[in-house]
């Protein structure tokens, strides 16, 4: 990702380290624009629950998509996703909130108690296990 593209700064409640793709490949995407409107709707969805926003997994590289199950071409290898989670709100509350912060896709994980919002279509669903 080119610097000039793409300006942390305008991200004062993130870093590039939550971002990044876990595997250890310290990869960060290669497409700033959707990770723009991410990170827009993260601060805005920070700002509506009024609490730090945490986050489990933003970017992943093909390889550790696969690794971790999921599916191929993810919102995740396109910087158009992040799951996450607030303290004190529960998967319901959040996936609710993250609609109002201009995320479409929104996926409540019951059983690790996270997020999983995207920039894609309007949709929502539920995972227990
Ligand atoms: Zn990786």
Request: aromatic share 12%; net charge positive; hydrophobic share 30%.
């Amino acid at each position: 990702m080119k610097k000039k593209r793409f300006n942390w700064k305008n991200y004062p409640n993130f870093s590039r380290a939550e971002f990044e793709c876990q595997c250890g490949c310290g990869r960060i995407g290669r497409h700033p624009e959707n990770l723009a409107r991410v990170l827009t709707s993260a601060e805005k969805l920070r700002s509506l629950a009024k609490r730090s926003v945490n986050i489990t997994s933003g970017y992943r590289c093909p390889t550790h998509n696969k690794e971790v199950g999921g599916v191929k071409g993810s919102y995740h290898t396109k910087n158009m996703a992040v799951d996450l989670w607030v303290e004190g709100y529960g998967p319901g509350e959040l996936a609710y909130l993250a609609r109002k912060a201009g995320f479409g896709g929104r996926g409540r994980y019951w059983h690790k108690a996270i997020v999983h919002c995207d920039s894609g279509p309007v949709r929502e669903w539920d995972e227990y296990r």
